[in-house]
């Protein structure tokens, strides 16, 4: 009877351990195969999904860590000393029996799956700039690794690590030369802390030129920046095939959304996250940023395209599909934080090959992928002027009817912290120094504002999860107002003719806490202990969205947040929500989630009580908590799934104040 009943439990095993996947899913080129990760969000969709489900409600109380790797191993340091804290965004790629991750120093390096020891690195590699993937290319016969080191793309032989001596010069194609540079913008440095993307046989990619003003022909003035044109290179010998001006030259479509000739000298715009593709289409999908001044824009009137859009992209050619400007001249800072999500939903009984862009501002704008229309009508709303000489302030945004704001979009009393009646009362002492604004007010010469959502978010570069079975779409939010006004700037030499003021959190400064009750060792700029949010909770949650019906379903505080602060920690309160920039991860069974990273170098604008140790798994149909662990760090990296040897996986990129980052994998006994 016992050996029956093994027998029945390894069977059991073994069909779990098997990715099930819907027929139309396995057919698409879009996804992993079975058990592997192949993309840097599991889908070159973007889902963040995997439908493994070996791991599931019932066992996942059994989930260990299982091995530990240092996110710079021994092996890539390369006589370099080992980094002793770090924000290490990076989630692996697992394909073909190897883990790829690019180390915390530079040099991309293969690991065994079961065990996170190194099987080899790219010595190569010059061991600068951080990015926080690698890409996996392949056509059947060669399998490559494509990744940044530096200002180079390289490619890897993804079994051996080996750089191809016939991609690029001696197998790097340096990313500073652009094949129709501005003559008054040369290119001194590239950085970007994304990663390629490939479609078919074109490895695309955007970054963050800074111009060598040294290079500037004598006689023509230098322009503001350089422009974050996005370019695609043959996967084979790095040639460039195209060039997509995100600033539109002069006869080009958009130019004269710049008016006054603006475009010539302004630069920026250029993706600050990472694209998605649909393989099956041939087109790509990026999310651009705003163009040079996040918050000052008088030296570019007009709209400003391709900035703060949406753009498909044909993969081969890089010509315009189309595009969508979600805002029109942004002086906000609301850059699209995080790559579209590409979506297959139903609505109103039509299926929709759609895609979802979350922000800054907390709206999800769902978008046709074929065309670029809504899928739920936008309206063009009036919105208010600023005060700021020379500004230019458009006199519209676009509003998407649905999904709801998954935030706050504005502060009002209501909002505010009230636990106690004297924490309710410091808080509005407070916000009498502020005013509080509806989103898209322009910030003022006159006061601070109260700027819901923050520059945070909302939703950050760590974006959301969607399900391509049900439909649903998971988002980690975050409720962090700043507050911030604009002067002259101090140095007077500026090119620019206004400044935002330094900015920060919005915070209950007025708290008086028992002397034993303050830890001054743990003050982080104008973050002390003794200080809490002005609002309510939740300060970070999750929000889940039906995309067929485009209606928030639920939402649940992710974290304990400052449940346990001295001003609070006698209410015995729920969890509150942990505000910080931590990713979604979905498999066919759970959503999992931690809580964000804390350190010296982790994200800016962010509670000194921000972030932590736990991740955990949370019912899809509820968000209710199943099962939750301690970490070594808090979650730094998007979580990632794989089988090997019949065994499901998860693992993710940890780090916090006082250890070095690492990489740690979960497993069942």
């Not at 059991?12 to 396995?26: E, K, N």
């Not at 095939?241 to 002069?250: L, Q």
């Not at 982080?524 to 909770?537: A, C, H």
């Amino acid at each position: 009877m016992r050996q029956r009943i093994v027998i029945v439990g390894l069977l059991a095993a073994l069909l779990g351990s098997t990715a099930v996947m819907s027929p139309g899913i396995a057919a698409d080129k879009n996804y992993s195969k079975p058990g592997e990760w192949q993309y840097y969000a599991g889908t070159s969709r973007g889902d963040k999904y995997s439908p493994l489900e070996q791991i599931n409600a019932q066992n996942v109380k059994d989930l260990k860590i299982v091995w530990r790797q240092k996110a710079a191993p021994t092996e890539a340091l390369m006589g370099n000393p080992a980094p002793m804290a770090g924000n290490f965004q990076m989630t692996p790629l697992m394909v073909g029996g190897l883990l790829y991750m690019r180390s915390e120093t530079g040099p991309v390096v293969a690991l065994d799956p079961t065990t996170g020891k190194v099987v080899w690195v790219d010595t190569k590699a010059e061991g600068v700039g951080r990015s926080r993937g690698v890409s996996y290319w392949t056509d059947g016969k060669d399998e490559r690794i494509f990744a940044l080191d530096g200002s180079d793309l390289v490619a890897l032989n993804a079994k051996t690590g080996a750089r191809y001596d016939t991609f690029g010069d001696k197998g790097r194609v340096d990313l500073k030369v652009y094949a129709d540079p501005r003559p008054n913008s040369p290119v001194g440095n590239y950085s970007w802390s994304s990663f390629p993307v490939i479609v078919g046989d074109v490895v695309i990619l955007s970054g963050v030129p800074a111009i060598d003003r040294k290079k500037v022909p004598a006689g023509v003035t230098p322009a503001l920046d350089a422009p974050g044109d996005i370019r695609g290179y043959d996967a084979r010998t790095g040639k460039i095939v195209w060039t997509f001006h995100v600033i539109p030259r002069k006869g080009e479509f958009g130019y004269e959304t710049w008016e006054n000739g603006s475009a010539d000298m302004n630069g920026g715009v250029g993706p600050w996250s990472w694209f998605t593709a649909d393989q099956e289409l041939g087109y790509v999908y990026i999310g651009t940023q705003a163009s040079t001044n996040d918050f000052y824009g008088g030296h570019r009137p007009g709209d400003n395209l391709f900035a703060n859009s949406v753009l498909c992209l044909d993969a081969k050619t890089g010509k315009r599909i189309w595009h969508r400007q979600l805002i029109h001249h942004d002086i906000w800072d609301f850059d699209n934080p995080t790559a579209p999500i590409l979506t297959d939903i139903t609505v109103e009984g039509k299926k929709r090959k759609a895609l979802v862009q979350l922000t800054k501002q907390s709206f999800a704008y769902v978008l046709d992928r074929l065309t670029g229309e809504p899928v739920w009508p936008f309206e063009e709303k009036p919105v208010p002027a600023g005060d700021v000489p020379g500004e230019y302030y458009a006199k519209t945004q676009p509003i998407p009817t649905k999904p709801a704001a998954f935030e706050l979009q504005i502060l009002t009393p209501d909002d505010l912290i009230d636990f106690t009646p004297e924490l309710k009362a410091a808080a509005l002492e407070v916000m009498k120094n502020y005013k509080a604004v509806p989103v898209f007010t322009p910030a003022s010469t006159q006061h601070e504002i109260a700027m819901t959502p923050g520059t945070t978010g909302g939703s950050d570069w760590h974006g959301g999860a969607f399900d391509p079975e049900t439909g649903m779409l998971y988002i980690s939010a975050t409720r962090n107002p700043v507050r911030t006004m604009m002067i002259k700037p101090s140095n007077p030499n500026s090119i620019f003719a206004y400044d935002r003021k330094g900015e920060g959190s919005l915070l209950n400064t007025n708290l008086e806490l028992p002397y034993q009750d303050r830890d001054p060792s743990k003050a982080v700029g104008d973050d002390f202990l003794s200080r809490l949010p002005l609002t309510k909770p939740p300060y970070g949650s999750i929000v889940a969205i039906d995309l067929n019906k485009g209606d928030i379903t639920w939402r649940v505080p992710n974290g304990d947040g400052p449940r346990n602060h001295p001003a609070l920690k006698y209410l015995k309160l729920p969890p509150l929500g942990t505000p910080n920039r931590a990713s979604p991860m979905l498999t066919k069974t759970l959503l999992f989630l931690g809580e964000g990273q804390r350190g010296p170098s982790g994200p800016p604008r962010v509670p000194v009580w921000g972030g932590g140790k736990k991740f955990r798994a949370f019912d899809k149909k509820d968000g209710k908590v199943i099962w939750e662990i301690d970490l070594p760090g808090g979650t730094s990296g998007a979580p990632m799934t794989y089988m090997a040897n019949g065994k499901q996986y998860i693992v993710v990129a940890v780090g916090w104040e006082d250890m070095a980052a690492e990489v740690v994998a979960l497993a069942l006994p």
